[in-house]
């Protein structure tokens, strides 16, 4: 421990040392993050609503056989059978839920709660379709419910529909809040 020493100054830009530098990057590193997983999720909402196999109860490539597959595999079984009542009603909540978690993401509107929608689809899909993946990490939904609980934490406070809100209501209400 040091005695006397302040560790926890802020440097501001133009100070040596550069540490507004290392102040601006980490200030946009959660950025990169939300551009991958916003384009991936409304690519892939957008593949599931114009793949005319996949929103089909039963076929090759259809939701339907998916779940049907994967049932017995799967660490909450109950969730499967849940799907399988209404496979495309499933196919089209899920194109949905990632399109608009997608989007969500991209305009940085409302961003913690896309995050989170974000994060509960990878969770399903993890303990349904890749549960069963040997080893764990060739699945890949469980790398994405961890990419996404840092948009959880953090929100997207820069290059953001909820930034530019942010300061909106900042501004109405004399700099509080």
Request: proline share 5%; with cysteine; charged share 20%.
């Amino acid at each position: 421990m040091t005695h006397g020493m302040r560790t926890d100054v802020h440097t501001s830009p133009g100070t040596r040392g550069g540490g507004d530098r290392r102040d601006g990057a980490a200030r946009y590193a959660l950025l990169p993050l939300r551009i991958f997983l916003g384009v991936t999720f409304v690519y892939a909402g957008l593949d599931k609503l114009f793949d005319g196999a996949f929103m089909k109860d039963a076929g090759a490539g259809s939701v339907g056989d998916t779940m049907r597959a994967v049932r017995d595999s799967s660490a909450v079984p109950a969730l499967v059978d849940l799907a399988l009542k209404s496979p495309a009603g499933f196919g089209y909540a899920i194109a949905l839920g990632e399109l608009a978690v997608g989007i969500g993401a991209l305009l940085g509107l409302l961003t913690r709660l896309a995050a989170l929608g974000g994060a509960l689809i990878s969770l399903c899909l993890w303990l349904t379709v890749s549960w069963a993946s040997d080893p764990y990490y060739y699945g890949n939904d469980l790398p994405y419910l961890m990419a996404w609980l840092p948009l959880v934490l953090g929100g997207a406070p820069l290059l953001s529909l909820d930034a530019v809100l942010r300061a909106r209501r900042r501004e109405r209400t004399g700099g509080y809040r």
